[in-house]
């Protein structure tokens, strides 16, 4: 769709860098500057005016993106859209609320899409919280603070003036309200209010309204906010675009409202009775840029549904802030109109669908996991806060197995406050060998179930395909003694070699089957097995496996396993892929993620995460178990997955 730019300043070229990555076309340029006009539209192949409704007269574009002055972007939206062109106009839409929404009724009249800026509600790590908020980790949200520093603008900006004359609300304090109301819809009233004058003695340029408010706003469908919005902080001050909520079960905190990049550190969340843990991006994500707000309003134009909801936001936008300014005259409490605005939040992040149909073979995972292992370096340690720190940032699959003896403790950790919703969670669980024949394995599911308080498990799997002599049950495995525990689970013969069960991997698979028939596993799975074992499996079971787990590193990549499994569509999750001696150590590693800024343990969770496999890591510090999740994130190029692959070591052996 061809467009045209009114407004040619320091703004102007940041809209048009997108613009070749996009399906939108510069068809001319307006700017009462022709020089500047005239400097963008030649990048182009387009012309430049100096006059709008010349301009508006002589340029195919339907769509007019209003990127002048702070007060001049009323005229300009009424005047293209009164030329029956589709807007979408820097923020903000206007600086007066009934102008604002007069706007909104003449582009719903002439049925012509209005959008405003901050697009920033769409910006990577702006969802990524977004998802988090609707995942049910905060609980009912009571409270929050946002602040809008944006700074002393006649130390940054070549031309202030505009900034000095309509102040820190319009220009700052909009894009934490637009994500507020994108989440939680619109404010209901401003509680109260104050402004302040402050400003350097010597500074010549003085901002003509207050250059510091802070002010309580109530939302009609979530906490209560405190917002501060200031020309006198610095916007290096340690609160730029900062946005911190408080609930009932956990708090979050998004570095920056505004913020268009892709950070790992930008999201942070805390349960209560938890410091707060880095939330990284668990998937690959794109930075925002100015021209993906403009390119969706005009997808919604060419889809005939031309859309005015980001009009309708910023007209509420503007409504609140004309509220702050008469709260803080003294006026009290002030009612603020919706102007039809209405929230947008992201969905929550599914993990595992809907569905009741047990017998399907695809799952939907995540790209990294967790390992709630207790084993380490041959000893037995307490898993349950590395357990609760991998939940709190974002990991969403929990491999489990009655081996381990800590499921109750996972049990009460997806049973607590700030814990994620069941549907979130992808459980996996696995029954020990000793408990292959049909009525262990039905007792050793049921008890694993309820020591994890869920009704079925997402997969149920095999832990390993041979049997051994069932010596008593493995319920809490973690609170005997370890010598017991030995006795248990690698029960001896009295010659000292391991006492096996005559329990064939086919009579194992189908006794497994009776799990999913009574509904207690949605999916089954069966791991460290061969190629030839998984094929018994197939040739004898009536329900593929979902999910097969194996040991995988770039020593032991399993390849013609993985090719045989994603060819039936079962899903690989690859158990201990950063243990295997002295992989950490290998220079093409150091080498890949010294080129990527990432360690060599992530480059292998990337190598497996790029191959559509879910590693699950397991670590008991903290920055490990982020820097894991967010590997998950990375997705190498062919060439480096080939200089991974070289690795591969035949006779690798732990």
């Known amino acids: 769709?061809?467009?045209?730019?009114?407004?040619?300043?320091?703004?102007?070229?940041?809209?048009?860098?997108?613009?070749?990555?996009?399906?939108?076309?510069?068809?001319?340029?307006?700017?009462?500057?022709g020089d500047r006009a005239a400097t963008l539209a030649p990048a182009h192949d387009c012309p430049s005016f100096t006059d709008l409704e010349t301009a508006l007269s002589a340029v195919d574009a339907p769509l007019v993106v209003n990127l002048t002055s702070h007060a001049a972007h009323a005229p300009v939206t009424r005047t293209a859209l009164e030329a029956d062109r589709h807007v979408y106009s820097q923020?903000?839409?206007?600086?007066?609320?009934?102008?604002?929404?007069?706007?909104?009724?003449?582009?719903?009249?002439?049925?012509?899409?209005?959008?405003?800026?901050?697009?920033?509600?769409?910006?990577?790590?702006q969802r990524r919280a977004g998802r988090l908020l609707a995942d049910g980790r905060l609980g009912p949200v009571g409270l929050g603070y946002a602040h809008a520093h944006v700074g002393r603008v006649t130390d940054w900006h070549d031309?202030?003036?505009?900034?000095?004359?309509?102040?820190?609300?319009?220009?700052?304090?909009?894009?934490?309200?637009?994500?507020?109301?994108?989440?939680?819809?619109?404010?209901?009233?401003?509680?109260?209010?104050?402004?302040?004058?402050?400003?350097?003695?010597?500074?010549?340029?003085?901002?003509?309204?207050?250059?510091?408010?802070?002010?309580?706003?109530?939302?009609?469908?979530?906490?209560?906010?405190?917002?501060?919005?200031?020309?006198?902080?610095?916007?290096?001050?340690?609160?730029?675009?900062?946005?911190?909520?408080?609930?009932?079960?956990?708090?979050?905190?998004l570095k920056g409202t505004g913020a268009m990049g892709t950070a790992r550190d930008g999201v942070r969340f805390g349960r209560v009775g938890r410091e707060y843990v880095t939330a990284p991006p668990t998937s690959p994500e794109e930075p925002y840029a100015y021209v993906d707000a403009v390119e969706r309003l005009a997808a919604t134009v060419e889809a005939g549904s031309p859309s005015r909801a980001g009009g309708r936001r910023g007209a509420h936008v503007v409504a609140v802030c004309n509220a702050i300014e008469t709260a803080a005259e003294g006026e009290g409490s002030v009612a603020v109109d919706d102007c039809g605005a209405t929230a947008d939040p992201p969905p929550a992040p599914v993990v595992r669908p809907g569905t009741s149909d047990r017998r399907a073979s695809a799952v939907r995972l995540p790209a990294v996991g967790f390992g709630c292992s207790r084993y380490r370096d041959g000893e037995y340690v307490e898993r349950a806060d590395s357990i609760a720190t991998a939940l709190d940032a974002g990991y969403r699959l929990l491999d489990s197995a009655e081996l381990?003896?800590?499921?109750?403790?996972?049990?009460?950790?997806?049973?607590?406050?700030?814990?994620?919703?069941?549907?979130?969670?992808?459980?996996?669980g696995k029954a020990w060998r000793t408990n292959h024949r049909h009525e262990h394995l039905l007792a050793a599911c049921e008890s694993s179930r309820e020591e994890l308080g869920i009704d079925a498990f997402d997969c149920y799997a095999l832990h390993w395909p041979s049997a051994l002599e069932h010596r008593g049950e493995l319920t809490r495995l973690a609170e005997k003694p370890v010598e017991r525990q030995e006795a248990l689970t690698f029960p001896e013969r009295e010659d000292g070699e391991l006492a096996t069960a005559d329990v064939s991997l086919a009579t194992a698979w189908r006794n497994l089957e009776a799990v999913s028939e009574r509904g207690w596993a949605r999916t089954l799975g069966v791991c460290n097995v061969s190629r030839a074992q998984l094929e018994t499996v197939l040739a004898t079971g009536s329900v593929d496996p979902a999910i097969v787990q194996v040991e995988r590193h770039p020593y032991r990549p399993r390849t013609d396993l993985v090719e045989r499994c994603h060819e039936r569509g079962i899903r690989v999750v690859a158990h201990s892929?950063?243990?295997?001696?002295?992989?950490?150590?290998?220079?093409?590693?150091?080498?890949?993620?010294?080129?990527?800024?990432?360690?060599?343990?992530?480059?292998?969770?990337?190598?497996?995460?790029?191959?559509?496999?879910?590693?699950?890591?397991?670590?008991?510090?903290?920055?490990?178990?982020?820097?894991?999740?967010?590997?998950g994130g990375e997705r190498l190029t062919a060439a480096e997955l080939a200089r991974i692959d070289a690795l591969r070591d035949p006779d690798f052996e732990r």
């Open 1 to 33: 769709m061809n467009c045209l730019f009114v407004g040619a300043g320091a703004i102007a070229p940041e809209y048009a860098a997108g613009l070749p990555g996009s399906s939108l076309s510069l068809a001319g340029v307006v700017d009462l500057d």
């Open 404 to 428: 381990y003896g800590n499921e109750h403790r996972i049990g009460e950790l997806l049973a607590a406050p700030g814990a994620p919703d069941r549907e979130r969670v992808f459980l996996l």
């Open 159 to 253: 031309r202030p003036d505009s900034f000095l004359e309509i102040g820190p609300l319009y220009d700052g304090a909009v894009y934490p309200l637009a994500l507020l109301v994108s989440w939680f819809g619109p404010v209901e009233r401003v509680r109260v209010a104050d402004a302040l004058d402050v400003w350097p003695e010597r500074e010549a340029r003085r901002p003509s309204t207050p250059s510091h408010v802070e002010a309580t706003l109530a939302f009609t469908a979530g906490p209560t906010v405190r917002l501060t919005a200031s020309f006198y902080a610095p916007h290096r001050s340690r609160e730029f675009y900062g946005l911190e909520l408080h609930g009932d079960d956990g708090s979050l905190y």
């Open 91 to 125: 923020k903000p839409l206007a600086l007066d609320a009934d102008e604002a929404t007069e706007l909104v009724a003449l582009a719903r009249e002439r049925d012509l899409a209005l959008g405003c800026a901050p697009g920033t509600p769409r910006a990577p790590s």
């Open 577 to 631: 892929p950063l243990s295997a001696p002295g992989l950490l150590d290998e220079p093409v590693l150091n080498a890949i993620g010294t080129e990527r800024g990432i360690s060599p343990a992530e480059v292998v969770i990337a190598w497996n995460a790029s191959r559509g496999i879910v590693p699950i890591p397991s670590s008991t510090s903290e920055s490990h178990v982020v820097s894991n999740l967010a590997a």
